[in-house]
């Protein structure tokens, strides 16, 4: 029966795409989202560590990113495997991980205000300070640790209604913001929050692609590829954000940029890996060239904005 159903797959590859279709409309791949919070996580957090490494880590907070990345990223992969650390560890994890994004966001904005300057100099000091909006693309594994938290199995058909809610949270708001929140609680389990996602997409792709401009201008945009990102970036936003209010850009323009992101994020990718083997050393010294290099996965931001516009293209909206 296995081996039948193994040949089956590989003679119909569009039943395994449809299958994967209806259980992100669903809301049923919590085991998915956990696995790819685990490694954006991972990622992430070795982009930080050696981002603040430049920095000498001068302030204590700076090792806080460094340790929540790798408490995510064992949450998350805990989650894979176990329900209850799906609705317990991993969504404190990424609660926790949310604050420290907004809290390192506000530093790094107290950082280029202390720059000589400060904000009458916005743009030299945006570029030369440090980087504004790392902090928030830093959350966006733990936003998808989140939505992972509330989500169902992969294997579940259905679940109790009230399985996993945070009835203790809702508890402490007014009766209208309670109503509010138990009803996005239940539209995420069921699939029908890709209003949401394409918000986040959208915003996710203004980041990465500010973030992919003022470093490339360090570099005076010496090679052409630099400006892909540039301009990929707000026609992902553009398509993320028609979607709120347009099914038809959901369905159509949104998945074409998204893939299109990831492409370029992986070609990105090469490029950065490219550029710090040839550093002088190379392999030789590969940590010095990690560190001093270009940073090796940042191109992989804007891919993970159009991950999150490949899966709001799959979800259902919701009645409200």
């Known amino acids: 029966m296995a081996t039948e159903a193994q040949s089956l797959s590989v003679l119909h590859p569009s039943r395994d795409a449809e299958i994967i279709s209806n259980h992100v409309r669903e809301g049923r791949f919590q085991r998915s989202l956990s696995l790819i919070t685990a490694g954006a996580s991972i990622v992430s957090g070795l982009e930080v560590a050696y981002e603040h490494y430049r920095g000498s880590y001068s302030r204590r907070i700076m090792y806080t990113p460094v340790i929540l990345s790798a408490v995510l990223g064992a949450a998350a992969a805990a989650a894979v495997f176990s329900r ?102 239940q539209d995420i389990r069921e699939g029908r929050f890709q209003k949401q996602v394409v918000i986040v997409a959208g915003v996710s792709a203004i980041l990465s692609g500010f973030e992919a401009w003022y470093s490339h201008y360090k570099n005076n945009f010496r ?58 050393g190379g392999w030789k010294h590969i940590l010095y060239n990690i560190l001093y290099g270009p940073p090796i996965f940042a191109p992989l931001l ?15 909206r919701s009645n409200r």
């Open 84 to 185: 209850r650390a799906a609705r317990g560890a991993l969504r404190i994890a990424s609660i926790v991980t949310l604050a420290d994004a907004a809290a390192g966001f506000y530093f790094h904005v107290q950082g280029i205000r202390r720059k000589p300057g400060g904000w009458h100099l916005p743009l030299t000091n945006i570029i030369m300070g440090p980087p504004i909006f790392a902090p928030l693309l830093f959350g966006t594994a733990a936003y998808l640790g989140l939505i992972a938290s509330y989500l169902q199995r992969e294997e579940s058909r259905s679940e109790v209604a009230d399985d996993g809610r945070d009835w203790w949270l809702a508890s402490l708001l007014p009766r209208a913001e309670e109503r509010a929140l138990l009803s996005e609680e």
């Open 223 to 280: 090679y052409m590829a630099q400006w892909s990102p540039v301009i990929l970036a707000p026609l992902l936003a553009g398509a993320a954000f028609a979607s709120i209010r347009s099914r038809w850009f959901a369905r159509t323009a949104l998945p074409l940029c998204s893939v299109a992101a990831i492409a370029d994020a992986g070609v990105g990718f090469y490029y950065h890996a490219r550029g710090v083997v040839r550093r002088p």
């Open 302 to 316: 804007i891919g993970a904005a159009g991950m999150m516009g490949i899966m709001a293209s799959m979800l259902r």
